[in-house]
């Protein structure tokens, strides 16, 4: 695909696209964990950590929201720059969107992180298997460690800090690092990280034993996962059509920067966004549980109206009054079974203790 970028009509990420994003991605992770806490409610569950490190994570959105709205109505972010005397200049507008630019980068950054967490947080609380626990432990200290490394780094990229603002990106010189190659750097690593992040449970959700259909349907829940890997393939082809554009000619983008940065910035909102509402909805499913108890009853009954007197086979799958997706005694565990019975060869369902919020054999 061409770089569009070398269209001087390109710009997709107009003012008013900025401010109304904007707007509503104050809305949606406002309601995204407001739903999840209300669905615990509902289903009587406990509160975990991966439940109370959205509310942090919901905060880093508002604020990056209201950051955006401020780059784009005050700093220019969407529209053309202004220039003296057809020169790009240090304007009071290109003060406002360096200033904005660089509290954007770093409170998104570490927004990223956090969301990285709570996912897999609520991996811990839902899967119990050990072997997947560790590579889940292996997944959180690499979160953190990426989270940590770029904060630092995204935090100091300039040194001292105020050179991100003072200056004309042009005069940096050795006082920054190369800020658009470390910008693809980090988009890169974060797209990695989330890709691992959401394609490790596929394997262990397909072991349960349940239904085609549900697995399917609790497959399609975790899957919703891949619109974030999605999101952070686009932002970093936005961030290689910038870099390859401003190599190209650097005079045009740095006399415009407003114009030509727009996309990088829109789309790390809208990964912070749509990540979290991204691990917040699995835990909607207490909000469903009276029609899908009222489906089951309907099935129940025969033609007649009459309900049927069948024995069914019992599942060593059980529906739970939260989230939580008990696995199949001994998957993964490596334990023969032997406490089937002839009828029925399946092994005791699982006892799932509230006190703990755990299932046990």
């Known amino acids: 695909m061409s770089n569009p970028y070398f269209d001087r009509n390109y710009n997709p990420y107009s003012l008013d696209v900025m401010v109304s994003t904007g707007v509503v991605f104050i809305i949606v992770p406002i309601l995204s964990v407001a739903l999840r806490f209300y669905a615990r409610s509902v289903s009587w569950a406990k509160l975990g950590i991966d439940d109370w490190i959205t509310i942090p994570s919901m905060v880093i959105c508002i604020a990056l929201s209201i950051i955006q709205i401020i780059a784009a109505k005050s700093g220019g972010l969407g529209s053309h720059q202004q220039l003296v005397n057809g020169q790009a200049a240090h304007t009071e507008q290109l003060y406002v969107y360096a200033k904005t630019k660089y509290a954007y980068q ?5 927004g990223l992180a956090v969301i990285k967490l709570s996912v897999l947080l609520f991996y811990r609380r839902i899967f119990s298997v050990r072997a997947f626990r560790t590579v889940n432990n292996v997944l959180i200290g690499l979160t953190v460690a990426w989270g940590v490394a770029f904060t630092f780094a995204v935090a100091f990229q300039c040194v001292p800090v ?4 003072d200056k004309l990106e042009k005069d940096y010189g050795d006082s920054c690092v190369k800020v658009q190659p470390f910008y693809l750097a980090l988009a890169i690593s974060d797209l990695l990280l989330d890709a691992a992040i959401f394609i490790v449970p596929i394997p262990h959700v397909q072991r349960l034993q349940m239904h085609w259909k549900q697995k399917i349907a609790v497959t399609g829940i975790f899957l ?17 059509w910038v870099l390859s554009f401003t190599q190209a000619e650097p005079l045009v983008y740095l006399s415009d920067i407003t114009w030509y940065s ?3 910035l829109f789309w ?5 966004v749509v990540g979290l509402l991204g691990c917040c909805v699995p835990t ?3 909000l469903f549980k009276g029609l899908l108890q009222k489906r089951k009853t309907v099935n129940a009954t025969d033609s007649s109206g009459l309900s049927s007197n069948k024995q069914t086979r019992p599942s060593a799958y059980r529906q739970n009054l939260d989230d939580e997706i008990p696995l199949a005694p001994g998957t993964g565990s490596g334990q023969a079974s032997g406490h089937g019975s002839n009828n029925y060869p399946l092994e005791p369902l699982p006892v799932w203790d509230r006190r703990v919020d755990r299932c046990f054999n």
């Open 268 to 272: 790390h909102l809208v990964e912070n």
């Open 224 to 240: 919703l996962g891949s619109i974030v890997v999605a999101i952070g393939i686009t932002r970093a082809i936005i961030f290689g």
């Open 106 to 110: 770093l409170i998104g950054t570490v």
């Open 262 to 264: 727009a996309g990088t």
């Open 284 to 286: 909607y499913a207490p």
């Open 162 to 165: 105020s050179t991100f603002w």
